[in-house]
Antibody, heavy 118, light 106 residues
Framework: EVQLVESGGGLVQPGASLKLSCVAS????????MSWVRQTPGKTMEWIGD????????NYAPSLKNRFTISRDNAKSTLYLQMSNVRSEDTATYYC???????????WGQGVMVTVSS | DTVLTQSPALAVSPGERVSISCRAS??????MHWYQQKPGQQPKLLIY???NLASGVPARFSGSGSGTDFTLTIDPVEADDTATYFC?????????FGGGTKLELK
């Protein structure tokens, strides 16, 4: 069974940094591209970016490219999202997703909440 | 960015057929996908590449369309289908989602 389990969320002050993790199981992690997607409290969904199966290439939404960094450790079957200089508009639930051929998000984690507030 | 437009909400009775539409601001070929999200849960893939049923999804769900106009159909609707349905395109970067259609049962 495919499982994606995110962690690392919480309350963070504006301007701070935060690193989210996602541990994958139930499939060969190193065979798949992976993505992060977020959902605002108003339920708007936004693709953040993705990373190639070997970590050699990343692709980001232009609006987030300068502040967010995606990385992975295939030995640990773990995906990461480094968030820097966070803003109130980054308040959202962050989902780790597996990317299937066709760039569909075929499996989603349960999500981790990030709240940016002073 | 490719804007995906969905109707905000629909209400149907169990046993009926419902069609949920998604219109793209520019062509996305057949690279439109549909997700179901129930309250408090993560999204679940229903349909990929316009018309392909994801693994384990009941045949009551189907998808159609190409280019800019796409439809998710549920026939017949069951009580458990109460959820928000999102479309998402992966033809153009950045990948984008529709605003979601909340399906309520009468």
């Amino acid at each position: 069974e495919v499982q994606l389990v995110e962690s690392g969320g919480g309350l963070v002050q504006p301007g701070a940094s935060l690193k989210l993790s996602c541990v994958a199981s139930g499939f060969t992690f190193s065979d798949y591209w992976m993505s992060w997607v977020r959902q605002t409290p108003g339920k708007t969904m936004e693709w953040i970016g993705d990373i190639k199966y070997d970590g050699s290439y990343t692709n980001y939404a232009p609006s987030l490219k300068n502040r967010f960094t995606i990385s992975r450790d295939n030995a640990k079957s773990t995906l990461y999202l480094q968030m820097s200089n966070v803003r109130s508009e980054d308040t959202a639930t962050y989902y780790c997703t597996r990317v299937s051929p066709g760039r569909t998000f075929d499996y989603w984690g349960q999500g981790v909440m990030v709240t940016v507030s002073s | 960015d490719t804007v995906l437009t969905q109707s905000p909400a629909l209400a149907v009775s169990p046993g009926e057929r419902v069609s949920i539409s998604c219109r793209a601001s520019e062509g996305v070929n057949s690279y439109m996908h549909w997700y179901q999200q129930k309250p408090g849960q993560q999204p679940k893939l229903l349909i990929y590449k316009a018309s392909n049923l994801a693994s384990g999804v009941p045949a009551r769900f189907s998808g159609s369309g190409s280019g800019t106009d796409f439809t998710l159909t549920i026939d017949p609707v069951e009580a458990d289908d109460t959820a928000t349905y999102f479309c998402q395109q992966s033809w153009n970067d950045p990948r984008t989602f529709g605003g979601g259609t909340k399906l309520e049962l009468k």
